[in-house]
Structures are given as C-alpha cells and as structure tokens.
C-alpha cells in the first residue's frame, strides 16, 4: 500500500484493519496442497512480487492467526509510525521465511527488529488486550461483506477482493480517487 500511496501522490488514505482466517488454536495445523498452490499462484502473479517460500506438505502452519492480529493491533494503538514496518515483516516472516506467525516469541522478536517494545507486546499478547479489538473489527469486515482477504474497500464501491495484479488494483484505485471529491478513504482488511 505504501507504493500505492507514493504513486496515487498522497490521495489514497488506508485504514487497516484485522479479519480473522483461523480463530481456533490448533498446534496439529500443517500446509496442505491447498496453501501451497496460492502461494504458487501468487509468487506467478508479477515479477516485483515479494517470495514466496512454498514449503513442503506437512510442513507446520500457524496455529491460529489471532496473536499476528493481535500484534498488529497493539502496533497500530501504541506506536502506529512502526506499523506498517511490522506489517511488512510479518507478511515476510511468514510468506518468505515461513516463520510461525502464531508464535508469540516470533511476534516479539520482529517488532523489536522495526524499533517497537518486545517486551511490552509479549504482555499485551499474554493479556489478550487486543483481542477485543480484532473480534470487532473482524465483525465489522463480515457485516460488510467481507469474507476473504485481502480485501479493500472503496466508498460506493464493491469490494475487491483477492490477490489483485498490481497493475489492476492500481487502476481500480485511481479511477475511485479520480472520481471522488477530494480522494475518500480507502480501507484495507488485514489478515495474518
């Protein structure tokens, strides 16, 4: 989104919120085929792409997605200038390094890598201040009909949803600001 911002010269405003993918804790989850190809498929969509690590099936997967939105919360509460840092380091951690996101060890030691408190995370983490927080948002994602990620809204606008080529999402967003007075803020839904 910041490259979107950079090109759309300011105009785009983005508000990030949590949408929960996998709420149970369950230290039995692993990738399947199924993971696999999505992040094939990604990895094929554009050339300037991040990696993506494509581990093998069994491989274990995060056993939930709540403490990577919980994080992102507190982030987001407490030191906002450092989030979108985070964001990028959680998204590498997991697509590129295949870290365990759910681990709230991983959690720490990243926001300590963009400047932020890992300490004072791991306690909003073992309090679950935050969980509040990512339920509501999550709530309000699905009354708006949200339900899948990633997914940005545009004022009047359906959502788009998926993992859109850059070049197309790019377009989508400038035609909405073009047509807007002003440039109306644009959400994004996020998920770990």
């Known amino acids: 989104m910041r490259r979107l911002r950079n090109e759309l010269g300011g105009r785009l405003r983005v508000e990030v919120k949590s949408f929960v993918l996998i709420a149970e804790d369950d230290p039995g989850r692993r990738f399947r085929e199924y993971h696999r190809a999505h992040r094939r498929a990604a990895a094929d969509q554009d050339a300037d792409a ?8 069994g491989h ?12 992102g919360a507190w982030l987001r509460a407490v030191q906002p200038e450092r989030f979108d840092a985070f964001d990028l380091a959680v998204f590498e951690a997991f697509f590129g390094r295949v870290r365990d996101i759910s681990d709230p060890d991983v959690l720490a030691e990243l926001a300590a890598g963009v400047g932020a408190d890992g300490p004072a ?5 073992r309090t679950r201040r935050y969980r509040p927080t990512v339920l509501q948002e999550h709530r309000q994602a699905l009354e708006c009909g949200i ?3 990633p997914a ?3 004022p ?3 959502p788009i949803v998926g993992a859109v080529p850059y070049p197309d999402l790019r377009q989508a967003l400038a035609g909405s600001l073009a047509e807007s007075e002003g440039g109306q803020r644009i959400e994004r ?3 770990h």
């Open 152 to 154: 940005i809204l545009v």
């Open 60 to 71: 274990p997967y995060p056993r939930s997605s709540l403490p990577a939105l919980e994080a």
């Open 189 to 191: 839904r996020a998920g």
């Open 121 to 125: 995370l791991l306690e909003a983490l």
């Open 50 to 57: 991040p990696h993506f690590a494509v581990p093998p099936v």
């Open 156 to 158: 009047g606008r359906a």
């Open 147 to 149: 339900q899948a990620i």
